[in-house]
């Protein structure tokens, strides 16, 4: 794990490239189909470059759009193992719709079913990591396979972040989150960043971790800890981390500022994670490289390991 993190950059340098390329048919809007880390990537670039159609589906089967609607846009099934169930499933539904499709993974069952039937795919390289630590290369596999070339020159341009960087800031948090539970905060825009910060803590430190997004979690759930007696005491292991940036609009800066105020006057402990970069992926993915080494940091703590994933295995095995 700490190998993937130390040459997570690395990934910007991967050119990725198309097979079956003359049946890849153009449209103005993308439908990704995956689950758990194979989804986030996704996700991001939604956030990165709001200019970009992108659905994420988390599920089996097609989103339940109108056909009408599905048939303008590419769905692209990426499964970094290639061995998904739902994402397998997901795909099978989009052909039989007669959807135009694209696949993104390493191998598996989804690569086969991409080569025998001469669909456009990308093979990610296999580097024996998680799909969380994939991001990069997914990334970059989705912008290939999108035929979207000035944002996959932004992605490559990433190369140059040292991860190495955010080492000391990251087991600093790990010490301070250490025995509580992280609550992720974070505007609407940077939804994807605030949730992928959660997956880290989750698989990486096997903690439990929640996030939500402003203005909505002013309207419900900060009323959650106000609570008083028995109910104040369920909260009390809770850390918040504002994730904030300059470009957020004024208005929601203002309503982190009164929710720090409040939960400061609660006796909560937070902090405040300013996302720095020269664009928006930069922002995004130096903001991921801390939580990366600050989940791993937090699994180095608590005497877990933060590559494998038990719980995710044992539940596939008693399906």
Do not use: C
Request: aromatic residues 10%; positive net charge; glycine residues 8%.
């Amino acid at each position: 794990m700490e190998r993937a993190i130390r040459t997570s950059n690395k990934q910007f340098a991967y050119k990725p490239e198309v097979v079956n390329k003359k049946n890849l048919k153009k449209k103005s809007g993308f439908i990704v189909t995956g689950m758990g880390g194979s989804a986030l990537s996704a996700g991001l670039l939604k956030n990165t470059f709001p200019n970009l159609d992108i659905i994420v589906h988390r599920n089996y089967g097609l989103p339940n759009i109108p056909l009408k609607e599905l048939k303008n846009h590419l769905f692209i099934a990426s499964s970094y193992s290639g061995n998904t169930e739902e994402v397998i499933d997901s795909l099978s539904a989009a052909r039989k719709a007669k959807l135009a499709v694209a696949v993104v993974a390493t191998g598996g069952k989804l690569l086969k079913i991409a080569i025998d039937n001469k669909l456009p795919y990308v093979q990610l390289p296999d580097e024996n990591i998680q799909p969380r630590m994939a991001l990069g290369l997914s990334a970059k596999a989705l912008l290939k396979i999108m035929g979207k070339e000035a944002e996959l020159k932004k992605i490559s341009a990433l190369e140059t972040l040292d991860p190495g960087k955010f080492e000391a800031a990251g087991r600093t948090l790990a010490g301070k989150l250490f025995g509580r539970i992280p609550v992720i905060y974070a505007s609407d825009k940077n939804g994807s960043l605030a949730y992928t910060w959660k997956i880290k803590f989750n698989e990486t430190a096997k903690i439990p971790a929640f996030y939500d997004v402003l203005p909505e979690l002013n309207h419900n759930e900060m009323t959650g800890f106000g609570g008083e007696g028995e109910a104040r005491k369920i909260s009390e292991k809770f850390f918040f981390l504002f994730l904030k940036e300059k470009k957020d609009d004024p208005r929601i800066r203002r309503r982190m500022e009164v929710l720090e105020d409040i939960l400061r006057g609660l006796g909560f402990s937070f902090e405040v994670i300013d996302t720095d970069g020269k664009n928006d992926a930069e922002k995004v993915f130096s903001s991921l490289m801390l939580a990366d080494w600050t989940s791993y940091y937090l699994a180095y703590k608590y005497g877990a390991d933060p590559e494998a994933v038990p719980l995710v295995e044992k539940f596939k095995k008693l399906l």
